[in-house]
């Protein structure tokens, strides 16, 4: 039995789904909008520190 089929047996599972994608996306706009108005200078810092 494939694990699809084990999924289509959950009631609610699209909810799952949804909940996830909504997280992530919610989280990656919110990255986006910080990377675009974060400070240059704290950019270039934070991306010197590994080499460091």
Partial sequence: MK???Y???ITG???YA???FG???TFFVIMA???WKAD???IN???QLPLE
Wanted: charged share 25%.
């Fill in 3 to 5: 694990f699809i089929n």
């Fill in 7 to 9: 999924l289509e047996k």
């Fill in 13 to 15: 599972v699209d909810i």
């Fill in 18 to 20: 949804l909940t996830s």
């Fill in 23 to 25: 997280i992530f996306f």
């Fill in 33 to 35: 909008l910080w990377a």
């Fill in 40 to 42: 240059k200078k704290m």
């Fill in 45 to 47: 810092k934070i991306s």
